[in-house]
């Protein structure tokens, strides 16, 4: 069977195939958006792509929390996604849960990024306006230094991941913050209206 090439509507669907979850759509299309802005920033020509490999790159969660990143390869593979894109999602837990390392330049801003949405989001959510569009970096710096706020975010990963994209750790949290501005709406971080 041949690969597919994917759209970000089939892989929309399948996303909520395999996740019910408000919060972990929510999370998907942050990163999703993230991906995209990234690969508007490195100038890749395949920004669908990165966004699709956003959405997806959590597609076993829900499901297999246990086997993360492993049964993602399975679901991909039955569902015809080609290689790079399935290699992508795998390496995004690289040293956590698989040993696929993050090589190209997707797949180490994927490595780098996940976890940071998910500080963004949280610091988001504590501040009086809940809105995305007046974050400030230092205020994603005030809250990544109290080590019980968002105790589950892996810090230490984020950094290696910066280390490893070679840009430095504040320009790596304001351009995460952009890319998360850009879809503010759909992952229902635009304020109190």
């Known amino acids: ?10 892989a929309l669907l399948l996303l909520k195939e395999y996740t019910k979850s408000d919060s972990l759509i929510k999370h998907a299309l942050s990163v999703e958006a993230v991906m995209r802005h990234f690969a508007k920033l490195f100038d890749e020509s395949d920004i669908e792509k990165w966004g699709i490999i956003g959405l997806l790159h959590d597609i076993d969660y829900e499901l297999y929390p246990e086997e993360h990143c492993i049964k993602a390869r399975d679901i991909l593979k039955s569902k015809n996604y080609p290689e790079s894109y399935i290699h992508a999602v795998e390496c995004h837990g690289y040293g956590i ?68 994209l070679g840009i430095e750790m504040d320009k790596v949290i304001e351009e995460t913050i952009n890319g998360m501005k850009a879809a503010a709406e759909e992952i229902g971080l635009a304020g109190a209206q």
């Open 1 to 10: 069977m041949s690969e597919l090439m994917p759209t970000r509507e089939a």
């Open 97 to 164: 849960c698989t040993n696929v390392e993050p090589v190209e330049t997707m797949e180490k801003v994927l490595y780098t990024i996940d976890e940071l949405t998910g500080l963004i989001t949280a610091t988001v959510l504590m501040r009086p306006s809940k809105s995305i569009l007046d974050l400030e970096v230092k205020s994603v710096k005030k809250k990544w230094k109290q080590k019980s706020f968002a105790a589950g975010v892996d810090r230490d990963l984020i950094e290696k991941g910066a280390k490893r």
